[in-house]
């Protein structure tokens, strides 16, 4: 059984989490480095870099264009041209973690990126961002009493993001630069979870066999007991 969303937990720059999370005792560093390579061979970095932020963005500048008229044509020009491109993701080593749930686990998938900000009149600058895409995984038993690895929603809260551009910007650009901030805690939650889920989706109906059995056991051996599939 698998059930992956389009909903995720994004930090920008800043690695945050709404609950604090320990790893998951006895995981082995092989099981973590083959989880993290087979996502590498899933084509998860390519997926990130090819996200089209753009169409999003423009919609997002909707609600404060009387406000932008007021400020002058200018600012609006800033707006109307405003570019966003992913650039150089890398994928950092998967982990697993515990949770106060029974039969339950959390996959944690780490990676950064960088956001490269291109306006009309100002010069490009670059946002590092660090993403923390988080999944649950849970026990279901099978009709035939065995147990099954379920996959819960993949989480990416858009109130975690954290930006910092580190440029010195003229007041205009500052308050469009401000607006840029503020609309892509929403933005980049939507679209790379749209773009980006389906590869986790299909990453987790692929897992080895033999990692899945070890998942399994290790869920379990938080409740003191293991079990043989």
């Known amino acids: 059984m698998l059930n992956v969303s389009s909903l995720f937990?994004?930090?920008?720059?800043l690695l945050a989490s709404s609950s604090a999370q320990e790893v998951l005792a006895g995981v082995s560093s092989q099981l973590l480095n083959d989880l993290t390579q087979g996502l590498l061979r899933a084509d998860f970095l390519p997926s990130l870099q090819t996200t089209g932020l753009q169409k999003s963005l423009s919609s997002a500048f909707d609600g404060v264009s009387g406000l932008l008229d007021i400020l002058g044509p200018p600012l609006t020009n800033e707006i109307n041209t405003v570019r966003i491109q992913v650039k150089n993701p890398q994928l950092l080593q998967v982990s697993i973690e515990s949770t106060p749930q029974r039969k339950e686990a959390t996959v944690r998938v780490p990676f950064t990126?960088?956001?490269?900000?291109q306006l009309l009149t100002v010069k490009p600058f670059t946002a590092n961002m660090q993403s923390d895409i988080k999944v649950q995984i849970r026990l279901e038993k099978n009709v035939g009493g065995r147990y099954e690895l379920a996959f819960g929603n993949c989480r990416l809260l858009p109130e975690a993001i954290w930006i910092q551009t580190g440029?010195?910007?003229a007041p205009a650009a500052k308050f469009v630069v401000a607006n840029i901030e503020r609309n892509l805690k929403n933005i980049v939650a939507h679209d790379l979870g749209r773009k980006v889920c389906p590869v986790i989706n299909k990453w987790l109906y692929n897992l080895d066999q033999h990692v899945v059995?070890?998942?399994?056991?290790?869920?379990l051996l938080q409740e003191k007991y293991q079990v043989t599939i």
């Not at 937990?9 to 720059?13: D, H, M």
């Open 9 to 13: 937990v994004l930090l920008c720059g």
């Open 167 to 169: 440029v010195q910007l």
């Open 213 to 219: 059995k070890e998942l399994i056991n290790l869920v």
């Open 113 to 117: 990126s960088e956001l490269i900000v």
